[in-house]
């Protein structure tokens, strides 16, 4: 373990059961899991301060800010009271923040984070999980210890998997294999370094014995079975014909079969500019900067972009913001540039997204209103706004551009990117070419994550609008693109919530895909999708107030969706169980101007009317859902149902009885 440096006079243990000791052996954990929660979120912070508006949203999510506030300061006072046997200031406190005083602080996070494959010792560190004992004490927290838990495993993951990389022993490789499955059990790549290492001491029948291991570690964690490859090899091992293939690692270096970034899969290139400052001081130049990277950070998580490092964009930025010169120096596809002005208390930041490929064209535009005191805050909360919203705009102009593209040479990308609007549009012929552009593109690219994720996201819409010749075959399908994209890339958010709502709605497992969704925003909490799919299925559970704080989240976060003819939805289903017909009425007319054409729109819509009354709106909303799907019965719905109480479903079926949907054989 490293060696402490003289200044230290507490150590604090936040991977598994969480400790504090002073350098005397003295406990100076605090009793309380809100106290030992607080001290959390400040140590994993350090060296940055930690907003008290931010510890008190975090914490008391549920409560009034006042009322947050107050119970803030007592926690405060209690976390000050258990540290003071350490005898010296461990915690900086003043109005506005909180922060661990430099140097004085050991923390076991802290070394795991330094490891390098040079120095790899503190990851034995790491033998359990995050905070293990603070699940539930508050929504807000579970979501931010979420990310925490995956930022400190992606860490730990990647110099694990540097580290296997270099061995060229079968023992060293054994060794390192071992470490990196204690990082990431569902690590396939490294499965496959353990059989080949065994294979290589001749030692076939514990190659055999990790197979079975990894089967059923996968079938357990994933629900999925071994990749291809690793069938392929576990029979090479068994004929004797398995090389040795020295580094161990898998030749992608990639955790579970992620593919490279090969640039045959295209994807935009985007890069951030520091922002300008506009009559505003030079101190405020932190923030020009601290946003920028901040906002390259969180795009980053979109598996389907690549970024340019905003330190580098930075160094230009000061000879020149030329955007031919940026684009001629970086090959970007995408800027995104804008503005900072203060005035007293307040701030103005206006950001603009330019498509460098078409003339510098300003696609994307917003501004941003702030109080200037909480300026933490105010970088997160932009940042998380403004990746939500650019995500899915450049994914259209993408689209568009890819359609004017001959499809006789397209890649893998490109058949995606057609395929993305014609699904959108919901036109029956239309929606069987983007499934057979979504087919070619598996054929293109087997190994293709995204590809997998879409065609399971067309099998939703195919199940969902009755358009699916055999029903039954739709959802296994479904199923298996699904779990394709998620073994392929276990890290592609979009890929996990698209899985998480196939169990949900098409499977009707719940849990299954509520856990989904709760690890697709721990990859990425700005994925709009993500929020609302996992609004939907909290709706389909019956947890109607947990369903609506996240749909709220996916409408803050990206107000003007594309998708929101899909995702409002959410609203629908949680007015509807709740009673509020009318409020449900009136979203269901505003999602239908979007997008006529989607049938659960349509059901959910019918089933207010039925309750509310509404017999002539009825009529005509029927007759476009049996335009639609013209079987479609209420015993149809019933069996399809994914609501979990029996209540919700009978409730829901009275409302389309009431409109007039027949019963069906």
């Known amino acids: ?82 540290l003071s046997p350490a005898k010296s200031e461990v915690m900086v406190v003043n109005r506005d923040h909180l ?7 050991w923390i076991d996070v802290e070394e795991v984070l330094r490891a390098t494959p040079q120095q790899p010792a503190s990851l034995a560190l790491l033998d359990g ?65 353990l059989m080949r290492a065994h294979a290589a001491r001749g030692e076939r029948g514990m190659a055999i014995q990790t197979y079975e291991r990894c089967r059923a570690v996968l079938a357990d964690l994933l629900d999925a079975a071994p990749s291809p490859e690793t069938q392929r090899l576990l029979g090479e091992i068994r004929t004797g014909k398995a090389a ?97 002005q203060r005035a007293a208390r307040r701030v103005r930041i206006t950001l603009r997204l330019l498509d460098l490929r078409a003339g510098n064209q300003v696609v994307w535009a917003r501004r941003f209103d702030r109080q ?49 609007p014609l699904i959108d549009r919901l036109n029956r012929e239309e929606f069987a070419e983007a499934g057979e552009l979504l087919e070619r593109a598996i054929g293109v690219e087997p190994d293709y994550a995204a590809a997998h994720a879409w065609s399971a996201y067309w099998q939703i819409f195919n199940v969902g609008q009755g358009w699916a010749q055999h029903p039954s075959e739709a959802l296994v399908q479904a199923g298996r693109h699904a779990e394709r994209a998620i073994t392929l ?36 909490p700005n994925l709009a999708m993500a929020w609302a799919f996992s609004a939907i299925t909290l709706a389909y559970a019956g947890q109607l107030d947990e369903a609506e704080r996240r749909y709220l989240r996916y409408k803050r976060l990206s107000p003007m969706d594309p998708h929101a003819f899909f995702f409002d939805g959410a609203s629908l289903i949680i007015d509807l169980l709740r009673h509020n017909y009318e409020s449900a009425v009136a979203t269901a007319r505003q999602i239908s101007e979007l997008n006529p054409m989607l049938s659960a729109t349509c059901k959910h819509y019918l089933a207010a009317l039925g309750h509310i009354g509404f017999e002539q709106e009825a009529a005509l909303v029927r007759r476009r859902l049996l335009s639609i799907e013209p079987d479609f019965s209420v015993r149809r719905y019933l069996q399809r149902s994914p609501f979990e109480r029996p209540e919700d479903r009978e409730h829901y079926a009275a409302g389309l009885r009431l409109a007039g949907i027949p019963e069906g054989d």
């Open 244 to 340: 040795p293939q020295l580094p161990f690692a898998p030749s992608e270096g990639a955790r579970m079969e992620a593919p490279p970034a090969v640039p045959s899969r295209g994807g935009a290139k985007v890069g951030v500019l520091p922002l300008q400052l506009v009559g505003t001081d030079e101190a405020e130049s932190h923030l020009a900067f601290g946003l920028a990277e901040e906002i390259t950070s969180a795009l980053a998580r979109f598996r389907w972009m690549f970024l340019v490092s905003s330190t580098s964009l930075a160094r230009m930025a000061q000879q020149t913001r030329d955007e031919t010169a940026i684009r001629r120096t970086f090959g970007l596809d995408f800027l995104l540039d804008g503005t900072i």
């Open 489 to 524: 890339d276990p890290q592609d958010a979009r890929a996990l919530t698209i899985a998480g709502h196939v169990r949900s709605f098409l499977h009707h497992r719940l849990r299954e895909g509520m856990a989904l969704h709760d690890r697709a925003l721990s990859q990425n």
């Open 99 to 105: 922060a661990l005083k430099p140097g004085a602080v």
């Open 129 to 193: 999980e995050l905070l293990e004992e603070l699940d539930g004490v508050d929504p807000a927290f579970d979501s931010w210890l979420a990310v925490e838990r995956e930022r400190l495993r992606d860490r730990a993951r990647t110099v694990a998997e540097m580290l296997l990389r270099e061995q060229l022993e079968p023992e060293a490789a054994i060794t390192a294999a071992q470490q990196l499955l204690a990082i990431d059990r569902a690590h396939e790549g490294a499965w496959r370094a």
């Open 1 to 82: 373990m490293p060696a402490e440096p003289n200044a230290v006079v507490v150590r604090l243990r936040l991977i598994g059961q969480m400790e504090a000791w002073t350098l005397a052996q003295e406990s100076v954990l605090p009793p309380g899991r809100k106290t030992r929660a607080l001290l959390a979120v400040v140590a994993l912070s350090a060296p940055r301060p930690v907003l008290r508006s931010r510890l008190a949203e975090m914490l008391w999510s549920r409560r009034p800010e006042e009322q947050a506030r107050a119970s803030l300061r007592q926690e405060i006072h209690r976390l000050l009271d258990s």
């Open 372 to 420: 200037a005191h909480d300026l933490l805050t105010l970088q997160d909360e932009v940042a998380a706004e403004v990746v939500a919203q650019i995500d899915p705009e450049i994914l259209q102009i993408e689209s568009r551009r890819a359609a004017h593209r001959t499809a006789q040479d397209a890649n893998a990308y490109d058949l995606v990117l057609r395929a993305l």
